[in-house]
């Protein structure tokens, strides 16, 4: 597939723009068809990329996705690793946190959850929702126990967000590999698939009233996206900031990110020592006869 990832990419400190960075992109694909085989050939190079990630046990890959509802974060999880041994994947959506989780620090619950070397983790929404929903409903943050010293609105982002690279940087430091996908849908194709959700029975169950009442801050929540995303997009932990207007085509950008990534790992299968050789020479001597 010919695709520039980098045409996605969050520059860090750079400013950011969501008016004018694309919901939609000409496709990579010409039919329905080719796109479901340009799919097929990169879930295919995930699962072989996957099942040398699990043998050399040396990185953990994790793969957070952000979106306002129905950008398609499922489906993009869904089909992009459709071909991956579930024994090697783990995915966990984060809610709205409980009493235990308020008592500790705004990372903590999604610390818990990071992949073990050799793994892909994925977080359907995560400890972004700290600087992202927290920010647009600031009266969350006045609920959440925190001493009034840290409730001063002009500094508190700025801190989450210094802790939240400090985090990256450990993780990469420690040979976690972290990788931000934000699907960026437009309001226009967000009430098209609302409209959806309410026609088609199969689907009703995907919506609620309060997707129409997030939907009332989008000019907030693009402000929020923007900021977190000029702050803590990093070399070593990047945001892409996908066009999500078309699932199709942003599954095929995430699935070339994805295995991109994978690709630019020192990765082999683990070789057998001499002494090791020797012992299965020796086992397949008896298997023979």
């Not at 990419?9 to 796109?35: F, N």
């Not at 900021?227 to 095929?252: G, I």
Request: glycine content about 4%; aromatic content about 10%.
């Amino acid at each position: 597939m010919n695709i520039d990832t980098d045409d996605f990419r969050v520059r860090a400190g750079k400013k950011l723009d969501l008016k004018k960075w694309p919901t939609r992109v000409k496709p990579i694909y010409k039919s329905k068809e080719q796109y479901q085989a340009l799919l097929a050939e990169q879930v295919e190079q995930l699962a072989e990329l996957q099942r040398l990630h699990y043998a050399s046990d040396r990185y953990a890959l994790l793969l957070i996705f952000q979106a306002m509802d129905a950008a398609g974060k499922d489906g993009a999880i869904r089909h992009v690793m459709s071909g991956v041994n579930p024994q090697g994947c783990q995915v966990f959506s984060f809610k709205h946190p409980s009493a235990t989780e308020l008592d500790h620090d705004f990372l903590w619950r999604t610390t818990q959850a990071l992949p073990e070397r050799g793994r892909i983790g994925i977080f359907n929404r995560s400890y972004y929702e700290e600087v992202l929903i927290v920010r647009v409903h600031p009266e969350i943050l006045r609920g959440q126990g925190l001493p009034t010293e840290l409730l001063d609105e002009k500094a508190v982002w700025r801190e989450r967000y210094r802790s939240i690279v400090d985090l990256e940087a450990h993780l990469h430091r420690n040979g976690t590999r972290v990788v931000k996908f934000f699907l960026h849908l437009s309001k226009e194709e967000q009430r098209k698939r609302f409209l959806e959700r309410i026609d088609e029975p199969d689907k009703n169950w995907k919506f609620s009233l309060a997707d129409i009442e997030e939907r009332k801050f989008w000019k907030q929540y693009m402000r929020a996206y923007a900021d977190c995303m000029r702050a803590t997009s990093t070399r070593d932990a990047p945001w892409y900031a996908v066009p999500a207007d078309d699932k199709e085509n942003a599954r095929l950008i995430i699935a070339k990110i994805v295995v991109d990534t994978l690709k630019g790992l020192r990765m082999s299968y683990p070789r057998a020592g001499a002494a090791r050789r020797r012992e299965l020479l020796e086992i397949r001597k008896q298997l023979v006869k």
